[in-house]
């Protein structure tokens, strides 16, 4: 069983940056596919960013390089450094982990862990 709370959302005006950081109750993150999710109001989940254990980064198209994934192993935590927000970026944010191996996914069913989530609010 893996446990994430996730910290950092808050209100900020459109252009402005947040750093978003989920802390996981487990050894090591190291072999756990990590990854960021976000819904809107009335809309669907859909992730943002997944981080597997080893290689390359995969992001919503969409997001057009404005968000960077990263995660710090030793201190069990995933960052997400949002920049240059906009309004449409308005969400509550999710982490969600799988334990098991898994090619890089942004789809919801390919993970099992989910924390609480934190708000985020893109004012214009």
């Known amino acids: 069983q893996v446990q994430l709370v996730e910290s950092g959302g808050g209100s900020v005006q459109a252009g402005g940056s947040l750093r978003l950081s989920c802390t996981a109750s487990?050894?090591?993150?190291?072999?756990?596919?990590m990854a960021w999710f976000r819904q809107a109001p009335g809309k669907e989940r859909e992730g943002v960013a997944c981080?597997?254990?080893?290689?390359?980064?995969t992001y919503l198209d969409s997001l057009k390089g404005r968000f960077t994934i990263s995660r710090d192993n030793a201190k069990n935590i995933l960052y997400l450094q949002m920049n240059a927000l906009e309004p449409e970026d308005t969400a509550m944010y999710y982490c969600?982990?799988?334990?098991?191996?898994?090619?890089?996914?942004?789809?919801?069913?390919?993970?099992?862990?989910w924390g609480q989530g934190t708000q985020v609010a893109v004012s214009s």
């Open positions: 969600a982990a799988n334990d098991r191996w898994m090619n890089p996914s942004l789809l919801r069913l390919r993970y099992p862990y």
């Open positions: 981080s597997p254990p080893s290689g390359r980064a």
């Open positions: 487990i050894g090591t993150l190291s072999p756990l596919t």
